[in-house]
């Protein structure tokens, strides 16, 4: 099969190296003891690394981050775990609606959501801040939470959660006891995946953020001064390892929680 | 059992009633999503048939921001150029992607879950960042002017490559790529291998099985992953800025500014809604006309 489609392979293989490759320039470059982004290299150097570790600007930027993203993952996981619940397992009126308008945001330019959000703020006289940008990054990890939720909550049985209600167990207690371990899983896949979609928007905390900088939108302030791009490269580099590692680890979580539900599926 | 306050009646009521179960866990999502979501778009649509007075906005309700809008030259070609860019972007990624999508569907057997997390990985990883690199890799000192001096391929940077049209589509075809494959991939999964072997037995070549059978199986990922590409790029705003130049300008482009520097919130609202209506009517002709195209070959 392989000698007979060798040639799908090989595209294949150059399809990676042109997702992959653009990108590996940072990490490259980053370690390139020159301040202009050229060949040839010129040697090798961490002071880059050395800089962007002793700049403050980049420790409050990377702080506000981890704390939006976490923040934003826990409110939409904890939205989207009730809301998978029912779209999962009861027939309720109206729950394709509900279920359309979460996923609404994928359909909508993220300038478009930025400026509407930044409209109602202004109206309203709520004063920009992390937590009005927060609010906006629950909107667009909402469909990501609910997705992954909803895939792991038709996994599993729900004859267990009745046969825990039968025993006399409480709506909450089932949840708790029955419901929550059994979707864990999904529960930490949905919070990996909506931290990253926290932590990589940039456009909606452009128009949020008032005068706390994310960390995108640090680097985006940085690209205008080319003295500053190295420290840039060394930075971006490092999110992009974190960022790798961090999506693995929720897949291989995810795809762990499937296995387990074919055991259960043939037990 | 039968006995009880109020109290237990309603919560017998509840433990019955699936609707009424179901409602209660869905109302704190549709409460986020109708004040965060719901709610600016309709205040994005009130303010787009507003004027701005100076710092005072004039609440009373006119189409003169539909007017500018569409009536300005300038506008107007940004928004086909926005249109034409991103149905190029679409056009290739959705390409490119079919075969890599196919590739993992039906020859990868073992190794599955390894290819599609190197496929997804650059979904998740920062967006700015694969933008930016494409300014690395184009700019004047660029990596590719730079290595081909180096190599004494050329004398001269090459001046075409950055802050152009092209430039946009290129990189946006590359930071949306793995945006493309998940949903052909899952529509190529889920066709049922007996319907190719019966395709073969009736003496189907590949090619014609494969035009017959799993092209048009394949068409709702197809479509899915067209839309899904297509309405977010014309309103992208970091690429145009990093790597389009003045050439390159694209509809968000200005959108922004009338949020920042000019302050003309009611025609940024205008320009927006406008933008989105284009959208949604080319996205609509599209996904009809690739539903007919679908039907006339089965």
Redesign the interface.
């Known amino acids: 099969m392989k000698t007979r489609h060798g040639w799908l392979l090989v595209y294949a293989i150059f399809y990676l190296a042109f997702l992959y490759v653009p990108v590996a320039f940072l990490p490259l470059f980053s370690f390139n003891n020159s301040v202009f982004i050229a060949f040839p290299l010129s040697g090798f150097t961490t002071q880059w690394y050395a800089q962007m570790f002793a700049d403050g600007a980049v420790q409050q930027a990377l702080f506000n981050s981890l704390k939006v993203g976490a923040v934003a993952a826990v409110a939409a996981t904890a939205l989207g775990l009730p809301a998978a619940k029912a779209l999962t397992r009861y027939r309720v009126p109206g729950g394709g609606a509900v279920l359309a308008l979460a996923n609404l945001s994928l359909f909508i330019p993220e300038i478009v959501l930025g400026i509407s959000l930044l409209i109602l703020l202004s109206v309203l006289g709520v004063p920009l801040s992390l937590w009005t940008v927060t609010l906006g990054h629950i909107v667009i990890c909402a469909p990501f939470a609910i997705t992954v939720l909803m895939s792991r909550m038709d996994g599993f049985d729900k004859n267990l959660e009745e046969a825990s209600l039968d025993l006399g167990e409480s709506g909450w207690m089932t949840f708790w006891r029955v419901t929550f371990p059994l979707a864990l899983p999904g529960v930490i896949s949905s919070l990996l995946l909506s931290f990253m979609v926290s932590f990589d928007d940039f456009l909606i905390a452009y128009f949020l953020a008032g005068n706390d900088a994310t960390l995108p939108i640090y680097i985006w302030g940085q690209l205008r001064f080319p003295d500053k791009l190295p420290t840039v490269l060394a930075l971006g580099a490092l999110i992009l390892v974190a960022s790798a590692v961090l999506v693995v680890f929720a897949e291989w979580v995810r795809s762990h929680g499937l296995k387990d539900r074919h055991r259960m599926v043939g037990a | 059992m039968a006995e009880g306050g109020i109290g237990a009646r309603i919560t017998r009521f509840y433990?019955r009633s699936?609707?009424a179960?179901?409602?209660v866990?869905?109302s704190?999502?549709?409460a986020?999503?109708?004040a965060?979501?719901?709610?600016?778009?309709v205040?994005?649509a009130l303010?787009s048939f507003w004027t701005q007075d100076g710092y005072a906005l004039n609440t009373h309700a006119t189409l003169a921001q539909y007017a500018t809008s569409l009536g300005r030259p300038s506008y107007r070609a940004l928004f086909y150029r926005s249109i034409e860019i991103s149905a190029l972007v679409t056009l290739i990624t959705v390409l490119?992607a079919y075969?890599?999508a196919?590739?993992?569907a039906f020859?990868v057997e073992k190794q599955k879950?390894v290819?599609?997390?190197?496929?997804?990985?650059?979904f998740?990883?920062?967006?700015?960042?694969?933008v930016?690199?494409?300014?690395?890799?184009l700019?004047y000192?660029?990596?590719i002017?730079?290595?081909l001096?180096?190599l004494g391929l050329i004398r001269q940077p090459l001046e075409f490559l950055l802050y152009n049209p092209t430039a946009v589509v290129v990189t946006l075809a590359?930071a949306w790529?793995?945006f493309a494959i998940l949903p052909i991939y899952v529509s190529l999964e889920k066709i049922d291998r007996s319907l190719l072997d019966a395709a073969a037995d009736l003496g189907d070549g590949p090619v014609r099985r494969f035009l017959r059978v799993t092209l048009p199986l394949s068409l709702p990922g197809v479509i899915g992953a067209a839309?899904?590409i297509f309405?977010?790029t014309?309103?992208?705003?970091?690429t145009p800025s990093?790597v389009g130049g003045s050439g390159g300008v694209m509809i968000?482009n200005v959108?922004?500014e009338q949020?920042d520097k000019v302050g003309n919130?009611p025609l940024?609202?205008a320009l927006?809604m406008a933008?989105?209506a284009a959208?949604g009517v080319v996205t609509l002709l599209f996904v009809s006309a690739m539903r007919a195209a679908a039907a006339r070959i089965r």
Do not use: C, Q
């Open positions: 433990r699936e609707a179960r179901g409602l866990l869905l704190p999502t549709m986020i999503m109708l965060a979501l719901a709610a600016p778009m205040l994005l303010y490119l075969p890599m196919y590739f993992v020859r879950f290819w599609l997390i190197l496929l997804t990985i650059p998740w990883t920062s967006y700015l960042l694969r930016f690199a494409w300014k690395l890799i700019g000192n660029g990596v002017n730079s290595g001096m180096s590359h790529a793995a839309v899904l309405v977010p014309t309103g992208d705003y970091v990093l968000a959108i922004e949020f919130w940024g609202a927006a933008s989105m959208v």
